[in-house]
């Protein structure tokens, strides 16, 4: 992969945990389970701390780091159509939905420079961990589904979501 690509893939990850962790929280603040709400946040967290994760190598980039709101708002666009799909069709898109990030990012931490390779680990496990969620939450494992997440969470520690 050239530089160029490199870092056009960089930033559009980075967007996409900005996209993911508004979506997250709309579904949080709309679900009427409490447990529902919970695993929600939980994945919020997620999506914010792997962009805090990013930060450091977009900066040694030279590239911007400030959320765009375009992404911040197809993000609650998604959240609200699947906060009305429900909470077993949410998980159900998302085993789907993360298919090609899961190979895009293992590329990534393969191909990336070694300076890198920290913040692309991060990158990469985090979606191993929402997908491994996804698969699990859809398997009817709810809260338990967590683990993965929260086993990522105790490595890369838990940066506070924005808010909505």
Same mark, same amino acid.
């Given at each position: ?23 997250? @929280?709309? #579904?949080?603040? $709309? ?5 529902? *709400?919970?695993?929600?946040?939980? +994945? &919020?967290? !997620?999506? /914010? ?52 990030? @899961?190979? #895009?990012?293992? $590329? ?5 420079? *070694?300076?890198?390779?920290?913040? +692309? &680990?991060? !990158?990469? /496990? ?39």
């Amino acid at each position: 992969m050239d530089r160029t690509t490199y870092l056009e893939e960089i930033e559009t990850a980075y967007q996409g945990e900005v996209r993911g962790e508004a979506g997250f @929280l709309i #579904l949080a603040e $709309r679900a009427t389970d409490p447990e529902e *709400a919970a695993i929600w946040r939980t +994945l &919020a967290r !997620l999506e /914010a701390t792997t962009r805090a994760c990013l930060v450091p190598l977009m900066r040694r980039h030279g590239i911007d780091t400030t959320p765009d709101e375009t992404q911040r708002q197809r993000g609650h666009a998604r959240g609200e159509q699947r906060a009305a799909a429900g909470f077993a069709a949410s998980v159900a898109a998302m085993t789907e939905s993360l298919l090609p990030y @899961l190979t #895009l990012y293992a $590329r990534l931490e393969a191909e990336g420079p *070694a300076e890198d390779r920290p913040e +692309l &680990a991060c !990158l990469n /496990a985090h979606e191993i961990a929402l997908h491994a969620f996804a698969t699990r939450a859809h398997a009817g494992e709810r809260r338990a589904a967590l683990a993965p997440v929260e086993a990522f969470l105790d490595i890369y520690g838990a940066a506070r979501p924005s808010d909505p």
